[in-house]
């Protein structure tokens, strides 16, 4: 029972505050020094907050203007040369004032940046740009890295699709702006990785002025710190990469600290082929330094002592973590060509309110079902495996929220999936009950041989559900794998509730003589069906139905794969009035375009993704059933698969 309180304790720990607070009134709780000034900041914001509720780290920023705040937050111990103290200490409070529970861009919409592919080539012309295909090559391999990226983050469930040719819309859920701005930065680098081998004579020819053919003058920058000045080192750097060793040779990087400095430094390890080459490099060149140079600036230039020959490399700079972490999680996934982000806006949840609503209500009523049911068929039993169901959904939330996982539809379904199983396991263990007691045993003997009579085939349906619900993470995506973490977590502690908590209660009150018999209502009575005589004809309708659905399928062809899968048309508007998403969702079915996804964005945008070559038809409907919003057409792209 002390386990079973303090995994409770810690859920619910994890999950409160399960919503964010407003950052206005962060801001107003936690300054210090009150004055007139920070009145008129705190007023200012507070009206902005009424006209864009949205948006209210801008609103604060924009109160504040070129105000000093940090004499408002002496607990914020900020360096001496912070060059943006107002914004570390609005990032700082942000992060204070965010909730536990994190919605994905199904439920509450986030940021979309649209990217587009730089030309590879340094000068731009008719004669050197990438073929077609190549060039989708490039969008599928930029997508796969980004995906990479997004996911060392820690960002969950993002959209991540091509867009026309040669763009990608990248969709994050709501961030906070700082890490909206971390996103911007690394969804950006093209992290070009090569090692150059710096000029014997570096020093001397650096300070003389004079420059040698096939090297180039680089910097090599340490921050500033505390109490110091940024220092600056020049080097004359080979202008190609050593035996061409770039970071294509790369096969892993990660962090780890100088065991002498304690301060952090990045490790690469090479593949075979890379392994090789840094062999022959460091071999052939000992007393030299191999200057380490990522999108051409310089990052460390360390001397070569000795052969290495283990197939690994340090970068060693004057690194914070975050910049270390930020830098390896950039150089495992570089980019073959290079991404300009060309468009940034917020955008509303991509299944709109009455999705949501609905998909909650279904939700509800499900668990509320079940719970009844289990109340009304096995009384007090019952009400003790709706004990165990609570528990149950709060253990999975406060583990979902500890874990950082991210909130979605398929997720919230995933849940309503393991309350099933949870009880699927008490009706087991409950029938099991009603057959020992019918056979004449005890209340506590029939309890201890229902336990154990349906521990196998609970463990079993469990772990069967585990191995498909792992490799839905291993191997999905997006919504599939937010399906996957929680049916996965799920079905573990539903088998932890289900076979401990639900005993714990019925021990505990047999013991304390509370509990003298468990009354159950008897329907379907127990009858001798002798199943494998319908065997042949079950096994033949069986096999009819599933030749005549796979069958269709393939009469359907393509068009039986959703946009998720397909891709589709992304139809963009503008708008003068708003009209709710439901209502633009039920024209569209009832033209029979099939399901859409319909998402408002900032700057009276409305965005309508949709099967492939409707898009006209999606601006024709909008225009004759909306005419009082006045839809004009911005653009029809071309939009590849999410999933």
Same mark, same amino acid.
């Given at each position: 029972w002390?386990f079973?309180?303090l ?8 999950i ?8 206005v009134d ?6 210090a ?12 914001a507070?009206?902005?907050d009424k006209?864009r ?6 609103n ?6 070129t105000?000093d705040?940090?004499?408002? /937050?002496?607990q914020?111990k900020?360096?001496?040369n912070?060059?943006?103290p107002t914004?570390?200490?609005l990032n700082?409070l942000?992060r ?23 030309n ?5 012309s008719?004669?050197?740009?990438p073929?077609?295909?190549d060039r989708? %090559?490039m969008v ?8 990479r ?6 960002i =969950?469930?993002p959209?991540?699709q091509?867009e026309?040719?040669?763009r ?5 859920p ?8 971390? =996103?911007?930065t690394n969804?950006q680098?093209a992290? /070009? ?7 014997p004579?570096?020093?001397?020819l *650096?300070?003389?002025?004079?420059s040698v053919p ?5 910097a090599l920058?340490r921050a500033a710190?505390?109490g110091e000045r940024?220092?600056?080192q020049?080097?004359?750097?080979k202008?190609k990469?050593e035996q061409?060793?770039t970071?294509a040779?790369v096969?892993?990087?990660?962090v780890?600290r100088d065991p002498m400095s304690?301060?952090?430094?990045i490790i690469?390890?090479?593949?075979g082929?890379?392994?090789?080459l840094f062999g022959?490099? !460091?071999?052939n060149?000992v007393?030299?330094?191999?200057g380490?140079?990522l ?6 230039a360390p001397r070569i ?6 197939g ?6 004057? /690194?914070?973590?975050?910049? =270390?972490l930020?830098?390896? #999680? *950039?150089?495992?996934n570089?980019?073959a060509?290079?991404?300009? $982000?060309?468009?940034?806006?917020g955008v ?6 009455d999705?949501?609503q609905s998909g909650?209500?279904a939700?509800i009523i499900?668990?509320?079902a079940?719970a009844v049911?289990?109340?009304?068929y ?6 003790v495996a709706? $004990? =165990? ?8 939330i ?5 874990i950082?996982?991210t ?5 919230i379904a995933?849940?309503?999936l393991?309350v099933g199983m ?5 009706v087991l ?5 009603r057959?020992e007691?019918?056979?004449?045993k005890?209340l506590?003997?029939?309890?201890v ?7 196998? !085939?609970i463990?079993d ?7 498909s619900?792992?490799?839905l993470?291993w191997m +999905?995506t997006?919504p599939?794998? +937010?399906?996957?973490? %929680?049916?996965?977590i @799920?079905v573990a502690l ?10 714990l209660i ?6 304390k003589g509370?509990?003298?018999s468990l009354?159950?209502? #008897?329907?379907?009575?127990? %009858?001798?069906v002798?199943f494998?005589r319908?065997a042949?004809?079950a096994?033949?309708?069986s096999?009819t *139905?599933i030749a005549?659905?796979?069958?269709y399928? /393939? ?9 998720d899968f397909?891709?589709g048309d992304?139809v ?5 009035q708003k009209i709710p998403?439901?209502q ?5 079915e009832?033209?029979?375009l099939?399901e ?6 900032q700057?009276?945008?409305l ?7 409707t898009g006209p ?7 004759s059933k909306?005419p009082?919003a006045?839809?004009?057409l911005?653009?029809?792209?071309? *939009? @590849?698969a999410?999933?």
């Amino acid at each position: 029972w002390f386990f079973v309180f303090l995994l409770l304790g810690w859920a619910l720990y994890s999950i409160y505050p399960p919503s964010s607070r407003n950052l206005v009134d962060e801001f107003t709780e936690n300054a210090a020094n009150r004055d007139t000034n920070l009145t008129t900041i705190v007023t200012r914001a507070r009206e902005l907050d009424k006209t864009r509720p949205q948006r209210d780290f801008g609103n604060l920023r924009q109160a504040i203007g070129t105000n000093d705040i940090t004499k408002y /937050f002496p607990q914020y111990k900020l360096t001496q040369n912070e060059p943006q103290p107002t914004r570390a200490i609005l990032n700082r409070l942000q992060r204070d004032a965010s909730g536990k529970v994190h919605l994905g861009l199904d439920l509450q919409g986030g940021t979309a940046f649209v990217m587009k592919l730089q030309n590879p080539q340094r000068e731009s012309s008719e004669t050197n740009a990438p073929s077609e295909t190549d060039r989708t %090559a490039m969008v599928e391999q930029a997508i796969e890295v980004l995906r990479r990226r997004v996911d060392a983050f820690g960002i =969950a469930e993002p959209v991540i699709q091509p867009e026309g040719t040669d763009r990608i819309l990248v969709q994050l859920p709501g961030l906070s702006e700082d890490a909206i701005e971390t =996103a911007r930065t690394n969804l950006q680098k093209a992290a /070009f990785l090569e090692f150059r081998l710096v000029h014997p004579e570096s020093g001397e020819l *650096v300070n003389q002025g004079i420059s040698v053919p096939g090297y180039e003058k680089l910097a090599l920058r340490r921050a500033a710190r505390e109490g110091e000045r940024e220092t600056v080192q020049y080097f004359l750097v080979k202008k190609k990469a050593e035996q061409g060793l770039t970071g294509a040779f790369v096969s892993r990087a990660g962090v780890t600290r100088d065991p002498m400095s304690n301060t952090p430094q990045i490790i690469l390890r090479f593949d075979g082929k890379g392994a090789d080459l840094f062999g022959d490099i !460091t071999r052939n060149n000992v007393g030299r330094q191999l200057g380490i140079v990522l999108d051409g600036e310089l990052y460390s230039a360390p001397r070569i002592n000795e052969p290495i020959t283990g197939g690994s490399a340090q970068i060693t700079g004057d /690194f914070t973590l975050k910049e =270390a972490l930020e830098l390896s #999680h *950039v150089l495992e996934n570089p980019l073959a060509a290079p991404l300009k $982000i060309v468009d940034e806006r917020g955008v509303d949840p991509s299944l709109g309110k009455d999705s949501i609503q609905s998909g909650i209500r279904a939700s509800i009523i499900g668990i509320t079902a079940v719970a009844v049911f289990m109340l009304v068929y096995y009384m007090f039993a019952g009400m003790v495996a709706n $004990i =165990a169901l609570i528990i149950n959904t709060i253990l999975l939330i406060g583990t979902m929220c500890a874990i950082g996982t991210t909130f979605t539809v398929p997720g919230i379904a995933g849940i309503v999936l393991t309350v099933g199983m949870a009880v699927d396991a008490n009706v087991l263990i409950y029938e099991r009950m009603r057959e020992e007691l019918a056979a004449g045993k005890s209340l506590r003997g029939a309890i201890v041989a229902g336990y154990a009579k349906a521990f196998r !085939t609970i463990f079993d349906s469990h772990v069967t559900t585990l191995i498909s619900s792992v490799i839905l993470i291993w191997m +999905g995506t997006g919504p599939v794998k +937010g399906f996957g973490v %929680a049916l996965t977590i @799920g079905v573990a502690l539903s088998l932890f509730t289900a076979l401990v908590i639900t005993r714990l209660i019925f021990d505990l009150l047999i013991n304390k003589g509370h509990l003298k018999s468990l009354p159950m209502l #008897h329907i379907i009575k127990s %009858a001798n069906v002798d199943f494998l005589r319908w065997a042949k004809p079950a096994f033949i309708t069986s096999w009819t *139905v599933i030749a005549i659905g796979v069958g269709y399928g /393939f009469y359907r062809g393509g068009n039986v794969m959703g946009v998720d899968f397909a891709g589709g048309d992304a139809v963009s508007l503008s708008y003068v009035q708003k009209i709710p998403t439901e209502q633009i969702r039920q024209a569209l079915e009832q033209a029979h375009l099939g399901e859409a996804t319909i998402q408002y964005q900032q700057g009276n945008q409305l965005q309508v993704t949709i099967g492939s070559n409707t898009g006209p038809q999606v601006m024709q409907i909008m225009q004759s059933k909306f005419p009082q919003a006045q839809f004009k057409l911005r653009s029809i792209e071309r *939009v @590849g698969a999410i999933v």
